[in-house]
């Protein structure tokens, strides 16, 4: 095995670059992720008693509360408001 093609500067696989592109994946999946929900926010499609209940599920409460609001909530997005959802998700692509 050749050393120099092996480390960050022999152009061959570097652990360093990998975890770059990974993060930097994970980041604009993240991004992405915050930006349709900031859309569905504000999306007139959605009741907003719907809305609200999911925003609280989107705050810090200590303890499961703030997951079981929002285990018990996508189900009703998935099933009756997937349109929307899909709007957002490509709006937040750019």
Do not use: Q
């Not at 930097?24 to 999306?43: E, H, Q």
């Not at 009703?76 to 929307?84: G, S, T």
């Amino acid at each position: 095995m050749n050393p120099a093609a092996s480390g960050p500067r022999g152009g061959g696989w570097s652990p360093r670059a990998a975890y770059t592109r990974g993060v930097r994946g994970v980041m604009a999946f993240l991004g992405r992720t915050i930006g349709a929900i900031k859309l569905l926010a504000r999306d007139d499609r959605i009741p907003k008693p719907l809305r609200w209940i999911a925003g609280l599920g989107l705050l810090p409460f200590p303890g499961p509360l703030d997951e079981a609001v929002l285990v018990l909530i996508a189900p009703i997005f998935l099933a009756f408001y997937r349109e929307p959802m899909r709007d957002a998700w490509s709006r937040a692509a750019g």
